[in-house]
């Protein structure tokens, strides 16, 4: 190994410590009591460990260091989390139902007028949300989908569906052609040489895209801040952001914030199984003229 390799390998080192750094902080803070969080130095090798703060986020009463009973925190954690669950789970479901024969057919085919739909679909992304909210919040005022899971499964598809789309539009155009070819000669019709030949070679791609579908309205702040915060529809992330202007102490913020992490890592866990070939290329590639 020669120098530029030790270095890199070096920095590597040090981007993965710098990513995983936080994180580890925040699990091991979640589960420590308060003096042993805000010592100086930090404690990065935990002191004590408590199920209190968890018991206390998620609504239950829990003994205090001197043993006194500490009554729930009284955040809406737990309703948060819930909602948020709900919300990313239909997304991911519906994004990648329209999705992936959006994708396939867009890198697959030459449909017509398929330039400008590609148009529309990357100009779809190029707005932020904060330029369009206020429009959507007048709308879901008037339409009754203020502060419902439907309002925000419909937000949130407008930024996913396109997003997944441009995405595994790009991986398509990668697979071989013969793909569909020896499929038809084999008597398939195109559906079933797509449902039985293409779906399962893309395996790997549409995999980290419902990773990524989720993680888009997992992760998403704005429109769930304008269009359901104090409602009963209200997302974790608003839960997490009004908790953040209070003084509420670190050890059960941090398990707020853990409580955010879990869902997304359990998610790329069971579904990173099927991430073992995924070559994805810039769909501009496949923009016919």
Known sequence: ??????????????????????????????????????????????????????????????????????????????????????????????????????????????????????????????????????PYFIMYKALGLWGTHLGLILAHLALAIPLITWVLMGFFATLPRELEKQARIDGYSRFGAFAKIVLPVAAPGIATCAILAFLTSWNEFVMAWMLATGSPAQTLPTVLATMFTMNIGLPLFAVANFLAILPAILVSIILQRHITRLRIVDPLTVVVS
Do not use: C, K
């Open 1 to 134: 190994m020669g120098v530029r390799g030790v270095v890199l390998g070096v920095l590597a080192v040090v981007f993965v410590v710098w990513s995983i750094l936080p994180l580890y902080y925040i699990t091991i803070a979640a589960f420590m009591w308060e003096t042993d969080v805000v010592t100086r130095p930090p404690a990065f090798i935990p002191r004590s460990f408590t199920l209190t703060h968890l018991l206390r986020i998620l609504g239950f009463p829990a003994p205090g260091p001197t043993g006194e009973m500490l009554r729930p925190a009284g955040y809406p954690v737990l309703e948060g989390l819930t909602n948020s669950l709900i919300v990313a789970a239909a997304v991911t479901a519906i994004t990648m139902v329209a999705a992936v024969p959006a994708g396939y057919v867009l890198g697959r085919y030459q449909v017509p007028r398929r330039n400008a739909i590609l148009m529309l679909i990357i100009g779809s992304r190029t707005l932020p949300p904060i330029a369009i909210v206020i």
